[in-house]
Each structure stands twice: as C-alpha cells, then as structure tokens.
C-alpha cells in the first residue's frame, strides 16, 4: 500500500512538472513572438528615418543649386 501511495504522489509531482514546464514553455514563445514583432516594428522606424534622410540629403542638394 505505500509503495502504490509513493508511486503515486511521484507520478502527481512529475505530471506538474510537466504542466509548469508547459507553461515556461508558453510563456517564452509569447516572449518570442513578442520580440519578433519588435524587431518588425524598430525595422519599419528605421526604413522610415532612412527615407525621411534622404528626403532631407534631397533637400539640401537642391537648396544648394538653387543658391
């Protein structure tokens, strides 16, 4: 009988195990899927400021031929 009770209790210890693992597991692909999408985002700023500096560049060039 305390063998079946150990037997058991190590099987309801190793089932949330595996449950807690499951949800850092859940818990990094979020984070994951959230960097992605930062990483996205920063890659849009940054073609957007380098359009925005070359408007500028475009700008001053012809600033400069019309003076």
């Known amino acids: 009988m305390a063998f079946m009770?150990?037997?058991?209790?190590r099987v309801l210890t190793m089932e949330?195990?595996?449950?807690?693992r499951?949800?850092?597991?859940?818990?990094?692909?979020?984070k994951k899927e959230a960097l992605e999408l930062d990483i996205k985002l920063l890659k849009s700023e940054?073609?957007?400021k380098?359009?925005?500096l070359k408007d500028i560049n475009i700008a001053i060039i012809r600033?400069?031929?019309v003076e």
């Open 50 to 52: 380098e359009e925005m």
């Open 5 to 9: 009770d150990a037997y058991r209790k």
């Open 63 to 65: 600033k400069g031929e």
């Open 46 to 48: 940054l073609k957007a």
């Open 22 to 30: 499951a949800i850092r597991e859940q818990s990094l692909k979020e």
């Open 16 to 20: 949330q195990e595996l449950d807690k």
